[in-house]
């Protein structure tokens, strides 16, 4: 079983950025893809980005695309989301997930971390 803590949330104005970071410890972090998922209020929980255990290939929510980019650092079994121009339907909590099928934006249901609160102001 994984470990995950994420942290890097906070509250933003519209346009601002955030970083954030989710540390993963228990089996072999760089053996499986990781990816971000958010939920926000009165919402199911959805897919943001994935990305494979090098580091080579990463995948992007449509309605992300082009403002996030997600990253890992194997050496530090961390993996990173940077978000850019922000918008409040952007508010939600961000969670970090690991398994084979996170790539493809398939959560893992035994690898949730307790997730980190994004609001952003307009």
């Known amino acids: 079983q994984v470990q995950l803590v994420e942290s890097g949330g906070g509250l933003v104005q519209a346009g601002g950025s955030l970083r954030l970071s989710c540390a993963a410890s228990?089996?072999?972090?760089?053996?499986?893809?990781m990816g971000w998922f958010r939920q926000a209020p009165g919402k199911e929980r959805e897919f943001v980005a994935s990305?494979?255990?090098?580091?080579?290939?990463?995948y992007y929510a449509e309605s992300m695309k082009g403002r996030v980019t997600i990253s890992r650092d194997n050496a530090k079994n961390t993996v990173y989301l940077q978000m850019n121009s922000l918008k409040p339907e952007d508010t939600a909590v961000y969670y970090c997930?690991?398994?084979?099928?996170?790539?493809?934006?398939?959560?893992?249901?035994?690898?949730w971390g307790q997730g980190t609160q994004v609001t952003v102001s307009s």
């Open positions: 990305i494979n255990w090098s580091g080579g290939t990463t």
């Open positions: 228990g089996r072999t972090f760089s053996s499986y893809p």
């Open positions: 997930n690991a398994g084979p099928k996170v790539i493809i934006g398939i959560p893992d249901s035994g690898s």
